[in-house]
């Protein structure tokens, strides 16, 4: 992860093209922690896929765009904590608000489609799919209502770590100077 | 019909979101605010004839049918303030959205003035249109959270810390709220509008009597009756024009509108209501006299609005057809003169400099039009004819007469208040528009949007308060089909079956 002066091929052969956590570059050596840099790089991705996995089990288990949306905005709360807001607004170059734009348009949107059909509002729709080697997947329409859901929530959360936590670590910073 | 009924929440809702993906685009930003708002005042004026010609309309959210799904009703009276808010949100967004025009220049986007306001305005769709005690509480927060962004926006520290009042009692009596829909689901079982009316009888006489006092308190706290009206004159003032504006229109009279549908909807009562008398008359007077001791002008009117919110408890408090339809008739025309003073004061605030009366003088001779825009609206206010105030006044005050003797002394009260009403705003007359004009007070801090001393307008921002006047005159010229709409209304609220059997279908006339 550190920057080596002049790696010699054999030692760089699976050396990552980017560092993964930028904090090397961003953070004093002091508050960095390997512990939680490495258990982030294990935790981070999967956190996410589980995220997935709750949004799409949603309809009928334990879940949903809220849950989902939640659990992917952990995901980014612990990233934040191990590398800080420089290496958060590397790996998130979308803006929050426009996140949270798109996910709530996205909601709003689908609970307004049934009224064209002459149902009433936020009414859903199972399709059935028949997809080959997988069998028959269903799909009710209230999922992209979850999607819209979940995009709104990780926009709100990263949106808080930006603008909250970039003040913290300013007055951490500033308290650092004085002392 | 109930396809339209869900759109006055989702669209402004739509447009929040619209608003935040054009960030950068401030005309765009403008366009999706005005067209959104100009498409729900559309809609509401259609539900408004539609309810009035064939009864409640019902949209049931996801094809669920209540008591088990969540019911959206417009009837007469919800139709009706959900039209005149929306005519006051329009006017008002023109207002603001002028006044960004000359502080911050035509290309200033903002990602979180428009889309809180639209939320706003969603919040309060949300509010007069549910049918789920539930879905109520949610629509208040929706409204006070965006509310919470707008008062402590672009401003000093100062009035951050007196807007931390505002927000601490609005979450206090959120939480208030919660606690009461908890009961009234553990004892009815269901958080159904029309379901709690059809079931609260057999709930015991004490703790319907609890439920009834809970939910009275959580209203009262958001629709500042005195005595827990003291949040109101020290955090209003602390907002910019156009947001107290929207503020002093709207919020006390959707948490009034919560207050008159769960009270004569879900408590049948025979016979005038003797608490809510003394409430009316404390708040009245409160408010009356607390405006004679003001100097700051914001604090006047907010003493005023509160001193108003006791004219439309009365007309609670006398609990029948008449009085109710006056109650309706009073808030549809406080709704529009309370926010186009504040408009008012905000255009007073920038041609002086200061918000203290002492201070200023003069107007008159240098802005007339200013002195014509304040006079119509404080003569509405005051009640005197031929204005709207005196076609909805007269109402409550006959209401009151023909309802007993205590109700008849409370409409003495009545024209105690209107009188102090007319001796604070004649006093706000003489200080501002009469004697010489006083240079403008400079502007000492350019960050704070409260007071403006730029003395920089727009033709638009009075072009837009003249617009509320004029919804106010309309007030007073269609007071005619305007008191036969609330007088349906007011037989409506009190006879309840109508809404019942709309909602819950033949099983809900019991």
Redesign the interface.
């Known amino acids: 992860m550190t920057q080596q002066e002049d790696p010699t091929p054999f030692e760089s052969w699976d050396r990552p093209r980017q560092a993964w956590l930028l904090s090397g570059d961003c953070r004093g050596v002091r508050q960095r922690t390997l512990l939680l840099e490495m258990t982030t790089r294990a935790l981070f991705p999967t956190v996410l896929v589980f995220s997935l996995y709750l949004l799409l089990v949603g309809h009928y288990g334990p879940g949903g765009g809220f849950a989902a949306g939640l659990v992917a905005g952990l995901a980014f709360v612990l990233r934040y904590i191990a590398g800080g807001s420089e290496d958060l607004g590397a790996v998130v170059r979308i803006?929050p608000?426009?996140l949270?734009?798109?996910?709530?348009?996205v909601a709003?949107?689908v609970?307004?489609v049934p009224?064209a059909f002459?149902?009433?509002?936020?009414?859903?729709a199972k399709w059935a799919l028949d997809v080959p080697l997988l069998g028959t997947i269903a799909v009710q329409t209230s999922l992209f209502l979850d999607v819209g859901v979940y995009l709104l929530i990780i926009g709100v959360v990263i949106d808080l770590l930006r603008s909250l936590g970039s003040g913290i670590e300013r007055d951490m910073r500033e308290e650092g100077e004085q002392a | 019909m109930?396809?339209l009924?869900?759109?006055p929440v989702?669209l402004p809702?739509?447009g929040?979101?619209?608003?935040?993906?054009a960030?950068r685009s401030a005309a765009l930003q403008r366009a999706i605010g005005i067209v959104t708002l100009t498409a729900v005042a559309v809609i509401a004026a259609v539900l408004l004839v539609n309810a009035d010609a064939g009864g409640p309309i019902v949209?049931?959210?996801?094809?669920w049918a209540p008591p088990v799904g969540i019911a959206l009703v417009a009837d007469r009276l919800s139709a009706l303030l959900l039209l005149v808010s929306t005519l006051v949100t329009l006017a008002v967004l023109v207002y603001a959205i002028d006044q960004r025009i000359v502080d911050y220049g035509r290309g200033a986007a903002s990602?979180t003035f428009h889309p809180m306001y639209l939320m706003l305005c969603a919040g309060v769709s949300l509010a007069y249109l549910t049918g789920d005690l539930f879905t109520l509480f949610v629509a208040f927060e929706l409204m006070l959270t965006a509310s919470y962004v707008l008062i402590t926006r672009r401003t000093s520290a100062i009035r951050i810390r007196a807007s931390m009042t505002y927000v601490t009692v609005s979450l206090m009596s959120s939480l208030l709220f919660l606690t009461a829909i908890a009961m009234v689901y553990a004892a009815t079982g269901t958080v159904n509008l029309a379901d709690i009316a059809g079931r609260i009888d057999t709930v015991p006489p004490g703790l319907r009597t609890v439920l009834g006092l809970m939910l009275l308190v959580v209203f009262g706290i958001k629709a500042a009756i005195v005595p827990l009206h003291f949040w109101l004159p020290d955090s209003y003032p602390n907002a910019p024009g156009p947001v107290a504006a929207l503020f002093a229109g709207l919020l006390t009279k959707v948490s009034f509108y919560a207050l008159l549908r769960t009270q004569t909807l879900l408590f049948s009562r025979e016979e005038p209501w003797t608490l809510m008398l003394v409430l009316a008359v404390a708040t009245m007077l409160v408010g009356a006299l607390g405006a004679l001791a003001q100097n700051d002008i914001n604090r006047l009117l907010s003493f005023l609005l509160v001193s108003h919110i006791g004219f439309m408890l009365f007309g609670l408090a006398v609990f029948d057809a008449a009085s109710v339809s006056g109650a309706a008739l009073y808030a549809a025309h406080h709704i529009t003169v309370l926010a186009t003073l504040f408009l008012v004061s905000g255009l007073i605030t920038r041609r002086t400099g200061t918000v203290a009366l002492d201070q200023m003088g003069g107007l008159a001779k240098v802005s007339p039009a200013l002195a014509a825009l304040f006079a119509i609206p404080a003569m509405t206010l005051a009640g005197l004819p031929p204005t709207a105030g005196f076609v909805a006044k007269l109402a409550l005050l006959q209401a009151g007469v023909a309802a007993g003797p205590w109700p008849t002394v409370v409409a003495g009260v009545v024209v105690v208040a209107s009188l102090l009403t007319l001796y604070a705003l004649v006093r706000v007359w003489v200080r501002v528009f009469w004697g010489e004009p006083k240079p403008p007070i400079p502007d000492d801090d350019p960050d704070d949007e409260v007071i403006v001393g730029t003395a920089r307008t727009s033709v638009p921002m009075y072009t837009a308060t003249a617009g509320l006047v004029a919804v106010s005159l309309a007030i007073a010229v269609f007071a005619g089909p305007l008191s036969e709409v609330t007088g349906r209304a007011g037989t409506d609220l009190l006879d309840g079956g109508p809404y019942r059997s709309a909602v819950l279908g033949a099983e809900g006339e019991r």
Do not use: H, I, K
């Open positions: 803006r608000p426009v949270v734009g798109t996910g709530l348009a709003l949107l609970a307004v009224l002459g149902l009433p509002v936020l009414s859903s | 109930s396809a009924l869900a759109l989702l809702m739509l929040a979101a619209l608003t935040v993906l960030g949209a049931e959210l996801g094809g990602t």
